[in-house]
């Protein structure tokens, strides 16, 4: 079995800052890409980043110099840091992961069970 874990969220002021971390566990062979998704109320869920193996990222136009992903790759674990946080942000946030599973070798796309993000006035 393979599941991701997410952690960090809140409730905090307009201007604040968290910083949302989610651990994968499990039979892993492998992690692609890793990201964060989130979905306000009456919205369609969306990305707000994304990270490769690699290292390699990128954001929603919207979170562009406020929010930074980065990965631990030997904690499998991916982490989102959110400055400057603003009403709109308000939702609730996902973690994903592109991964192949250990022994049977099959590609997994797996989704964590979500976060709330608040963010007041």
């Known amino acids: 079995q393979v599941q991701l874990v997410e952690s960090g969220g809140g409730l905090v002021q307009a201007g604040g800052s968290l910083r949302l971390s989610c651990a994968a566990s499990?039979?892993?062979?492998?992690?692609?890409?890793m990201g964060w998704y989130r979905q306000a109320p009456g919205k369609q869920r969306e990305l707000v980043a994304a990270?490769?193996?690699?290292?390699?990222?990128n954001y929603a136009d919207s979170v562009k110099g406020r929010f930074t992903i980065s990965r631990d790759n030997a904690k499998n674990t991916v982490y989102l840091q959110m400055n400057s946080l603003k009403p709109e942000d308000t939702a609730v946030y996902y973690c994903?992961?592109?991964?192949?599973?250990?022994?049977?070798?099959?590609?997994?796309?797996?989704w964590g069970q979500g976060t709330l993000v608040t963010v007041s006035s």
């Open positions: 994903n992961a592109d991964l192949v599973v250990a022994v049977e070798m099959r590609y997994l796309e797996v």
């Open positions: 499990g039979s892993i062979f492998s992690i692609n890409a």
């Open positions: 990270i490769t193996s690699g290292g390699t990222t």
